[in-house]
Nanobody, 116 residues
Framework: QVQLVESGGGLVRPGGSLRLSCAVS????????RGWYRQAPGKERELVARIISSGTIHYAESVKGRFTISRDNAKNTVLLQMNSLEPEDTAVYYC??????????WGQGTQVTVSS
């Protein structure tokens, strides 16, 4: 059974930092990409950052220079370090794993709120 479990969300002041973690289980091969998406109220879900199996990393323009995605293969986790957070970063953040087969897996989401 595939499971993606996110943690690390919360309330932070503008300019602050948070680190999100996604523990992946039930998938050990055939992974094309691991990534983070977010969805703000009234908006569509959008890509934040993702790591392709080749090592290539993509970031949304709005988070470049502030967010860093990484993976820990030994622990099968995906991390998102978020610095210099802005109110516009407020959203539910979702972990995603996409396989070469086209199968998509999602976590349950973790709320990130940036507010003074």
């Amino acid at each position: 059974q595939v499971q993606l479990v996110e943690s690390g969300g919360g309330l932070v002041r503008p300019g602050g930092s948070l680190r999100l973690s996604c523990a992946v289980s039930g998938i050990t091969f055939g992974i094309y990409s691991r990534g983070w998406y977010r969805q703000a109220p009234g908006k569509e879900r959008e890509l934040v950052a993702r790591i392709i199996s080749s090592g290539t990393i993509h970031y949304a323009e709005s988070v470049k220079g502030r967010f860093t995605i990484s993976r820990d293969n030994a622990k099968n986790t995906v991390l998102l370090q978020m610095n210099s957070l802005e109110p516009e970063d407020t959203a539910v953040y979702y972990c995603n794993v996409n396989r070469y087969s086209g199968d998509d897996y999602w976590g349950q989401g973790t709320q990130v709120t940036v507010s003074s």
